[in-house]
């Protein structure tokens, strides 16, 4: 550190004498930038240590409002996609995914990374009378873990993206545009009946 | 000789490179840099959070209402928190619950919510002081669905129907 201020000493000194003036001959001057870098260095390290790269994201989710009247939907436009906490016992617990088209039909297993698949298969399968005919219902057991719930949605994002780029495709024959894709997804409660049927459906898997 | 004649006494180096980078680094730091709130500041617990893919969507840094659910480290409870990021609306909620706040409660930012219905209080309170509210769900991945069920039916019933849960980026 002493180099820099030394050779600063030196060239005032220097400097002062007039007589000498003309045997010295200037190309330039050092400037001590020790003290700069030092506080320099210092804020550096605190916005280092301060700083978080990796900010949260969001994902969107909207509720229908409360509301007391039922509308009533064809069960070929309704996939439920059911989450069931099995309970082995000891401690032991896994979150299962069941599907089905309607409100009778068996109930299918399925797993996680599928449910993309499942999604873009199903909304943009010739079976709906319309496109944006199909309603997704996410049911979820309340002993579920929420981890898993967020996986699925996103899962369901990223299918969107595809279902819009299939819609893109197509043209409405009526208007002759492209057709607009509006995303009916609802998540709901397990009723009573439906918990049965999973805990049924769960046990003949089992035997299996 | 000019061995002999010449006596260092130090040496030189040329700092200006150094410099160029170091202040180069010091403005992209500073320029990044994001100062905790108030809320988070008091923070004394850890959410880890759910995983989701890559989006640009960000948390909103303005009028944001959070509703935390955390696993407490010493109980293992699950409990919830509130805050209100906007300090003009949080002191007009803070009011207009005086009764149901004690002194000290109305002195923080991050509200520990004892019961549900005090939650739904606050949501409501939270949209009648600023209508631009927006409504986050902090929840770590480890609990029961249950209770962000049951928060959701609370915001379903101050109205608050569209929201946000707060994820992570997948493999950060």
Not at chain 1, 51 to 68: F, G, L, N
Request: no cysteine; hydrophobic share 40%.
């Amino acid at each position: 550190m002493s180099g820099g201020g030394g050779a600063l000493g030196v060239e005032r000194s220097k400097r002062g004498k007039a007589s000498k003036r003309k045997k010295m001959k200037r190309v330039g001057f050092t400037l001590d930038m020790t003290p700069l870098v030092d506080i320099t260095f210092l804020l550096l390290t605190f916005f280092m240590f301060t700083t978080t790269m990796a900010a949260p994201q969001v994902m969107e989710m909207s509720i229908p409002p409360e509301s007391h009247e039922d509308v009533p939907v064809k069960a070929s436009q309704l996939l439920s996609l059911f989450v069931y906490h099995n309970d082995m016992g000891e401690g032991k617990a896994k979150d299962e995914l069941y599907w089905r088209i309607g409100g009778e039909d068996m109930l299918e297993a399925i797993k996680l990374k599928d449910v993309k698949e499942l999604s873009f298969k199903e909304n943009t399968s010739s079976r709906l009378e319309k496109p944006n005919d199909l309603i997704f219902a996410l049911k979820v057991d309340s002993d579920a873990n929420y981890g898993i719930v967020v996986n699925i949605l996103d899962e369901l994002n990223l299918a969107e993206s595809l279902i819009m780029e299939e819609f893109a495709k197509k043209t409405d024959p009526e208007t002759g545009k492209a057709i607009k894709r509006e995303r009916r997804f609802t998540i709901a409660k397990i009723t009573s009946e439906e918990m049965e049927e999973l805990q049924n459906t769960q046990a003949m898997g089992g035997e299996e | 000789m000019p061995k002999i004649k010449k006596k260092r006494v130090g040496f030189v180096v040329d700092m200006t490179p150094l410099v160029d980078i170091t202040f180069l680094l010091l403005t992209f730091f500073m320029f990044t840099a994001k100062f905790k709130t108030e809320a988070e500041n008091e923070q004394k617990f850890v959410v880890q959070r759910p995983e989701a893919s890559a989006d640009t969507s960000k948390v909103p840094e303005h009028n944001l209402a959070v509703i935390y659910v955390s696993i407490d480290s010493a109980s293992a409870d699950t409990v919830y928190h509130y805050a209100i990021s906007n300090e003009a609306d949080r002191a007009k909620v803070y009011t207009n619950m005086s009764d149901a706040l004690t002194p000290e409660q109305q002195e923080q930012a991050m509200l520990r919510v004892e019961n549900l219905d005090i939650l739904e209080t606050l949501i409501k309170n939270t949209r009648a002081a600023n209508t631009k509210t927006e409504f986050a769900l902090d929840a770590d991945h480890r609990i029961e669905f249950k209770w962000v069920e049951d928060a959701m039916e609370r915001l379903r019933r101050g109205r608050a129907t569209v929201f946000n849960y707060v994820t992570e980026k997948k493999g950060s």
